[in-house]
Nanobody, 120 residues
């Protein structure tokens, strides 16, 4: 059974920083692309950043220059460093990963979500 578990959300003042973590555990052969999403109340889930196994990254314009996605392949750990946070960054943040098990079947997995609130 493969799981993605996130941590690191919380309350932060505008201009502050938070670091989100996501750990994959279980019968994992390899982890492919990892993405971070967020969903604000009443809004659709929004893709923020993508990192492939080689470490190549992509960002949506709203977070480019403020957020940094990273990963440690050997530990199946993935991160989203969020800087210069704004009230409009308030949302539930999710990690997503394509994970191959030892049967070499690749499936999509979501974390449980972690709340980030940016407010003074």
């Amino acid at each position: 059974q493969v799981q993605l578990v996130e941590s690191g959300g919380g309350l932060v003042q505008p201009g502050g920083s938070l670091a989100l973590s996501c750990v994959a555990s279980g019968s994992i052969f390899s982890v492919g692309d990892v993405q971070w999403y967020r969903q604000a109340p009443g809004e659709q889930r929004e893709l923020l950043a993508t990192i492939n196994r080689a470490g190549d990254t992509k960002y949506t314009d709203s977070v480019k220059g403020r957020f940094i996605i990273s990963r440690v392949n050997a530990q199946n750990k993935f991160y989203l460093q969020m800087n210069d946070l704004k009230p409009e960054d308030t949302a539930v943040y999710y990690c997503f990963a394509k994970i191959a098990d030892y049967g070499l079947q690749t499936r999509d997995y979501w974390g449980q979500g972690t709340q980030v609130t940016v407010s003074s």
